[in-house]
């Protein structure tokens, strides 16, 4: 597994670097949001290990909390040579790189960060190798066993919106639905699949939305959210999503569900990463966590999870997420 050190990641960290008041409410973009809430848990933290592979790249911090990020380098324009080639040194600052999300050549590496920060089985401890280690004191409620779509609420008449082609859920959902719009970009866009400029023009006119968390990274995730604003449920999904519901409470950038992943085999993630894994190569190593945002993005909230499950109708994942 390679970690190159970065000469310049303490510059540019430094003039990307965000206020750190842990308001995200008074931040104008949902990635200020984010760093601004995560910033105080960062600054206590240094890298211990930073890996990318030719799809995902991964951080471990120096005390064991280990996040995950999509380089989606098709779909974010950030060429995975160059990542690998511009990884965080062990020992530079987290909150170093948790600032260099807002940059959009490094935003991959400043997203696995902020999950390594806030996508924890406990407050007290990360690495565990059980799914159930993902309680109530984290996110406030029991946790259960459950998958996306036994907790998210889809109906008959539900028109969804899916930015981002999650294929395993594409079936699924259509059948329960009325109908599933699906908007990609780049070269993965094919008969089925709407061009991604259209999404704000349809959003609008769904019940439901689905977002791929790497809508944090190539930057379209603000105008995303608004125009999903009147939909009944808006998810994040993917190994990238922060499950950080504080952040996604806010009415100018609402989400009812935070659909991501709890790394709970560290050395196992680290090697799939490196070794150009997927979605599909984490389930040994991480559990798959729902989040539910309350109306206020707070106390209130309830978190279900699971380990991955082999499933013979499951598709590589890792192409979208």
């Keep these: 597994m390679k970690t190159k050190p970065t000469s310049g990641f303490v510059r540019q960290a430094t003039q990307a670097m965000p206020r750190a008041d842990g308001h995200p409410g008074d931040a104008d973009s949902v990635v200020q949001a984010l ?30 909390g280990v996040g995950v990020a999509n380089l989606c380098p098709d779909v ?34 400043g997203l696995a960060t902020a999950n390594a920060l806030a996508n924890r089985p406990t407050t007290g ?8 280690s993902c309680h109530a004191e984290r996110w406030g409620a029991a946790s259960t066993e459950g998958d996306l779509l036994d907790v998210l609420e889809l109906r008959s008449e539900d028109d969804v919106g ?24 780049g070269r ?13 023009e349809i959003l609008p ?41 504080e952040v996604f409470g806010d009415s100018s950038r609402r989400v009812t569900l935070l659909a991501g992943v709890v790394v709970t085999n560290a050395e196992e993630l680290l090697r799939t990463v ?28 309830k978190c279900r999870i699971t380990g991955y499950q082999k499933d013979p109708c499951r598709s590589d994942q890792g192409k979208s997420e």
Excluded at 44 to 58: E, K, L, N, S, Y
Excluded at 191 to 196: A, G, I, K
Excluded at 281 to 297: E, P, Q, T
């Design 205 to 245: 006119k769904c019940s439901v939305a689905i977002i791929t968390a790497t809508t944090l990274i190539n930057g379209t995730i603000d105008d995303l959210l608004a125009a999903a604003a009147n939909c009944r449920e808006v998810v994040l999904l993917g190994p990238s999503t922060p499950l950080v519901p």
């Design 274 to 301: 490196a070794r150009d894994g997927g979605t599909r190569d984490f389930r040994a190593s991480v559990a798959k966590v729902n989040v539910m945002v309350s109306a206020l993005g707070k106390e209130s909230t």
């Design 35 to 64: 760093q601004s809430y995560l910033m105080a848990e960062a600054r206590d933290r240094t890298i211990q290990q930073a890996v990318a592979g030719g799809r995902f790249c991964a951080v471990m911090l120096n005390d064991g």
């Design 162 to 185: 899916m930015v981002g082609c999650f294929s395993p859920l594409v079936e699924p959902i259509r059948r329960r639905v009325r109908r599933l719009s699906i908007f990609e970009r």
């Design 76 to 109: 974010c324009g950030q060429p995975s040579r160059q990542v690998s080639d511009e990884l965080p040194q062990p020992g530079t600052p987290a909150a170093d790189v948790l600032a260099t999300l807002s940059l959009a050549e490094r935003s991959a590496v």
């Design 188 to 200: 993965r866009l094919m008969p089925d699949l709407l061009p991604e400029d259209t999404a704000t």
């Design 125 to 132: 401890s990360h690495q565990t190798n059980q799914a159930s």
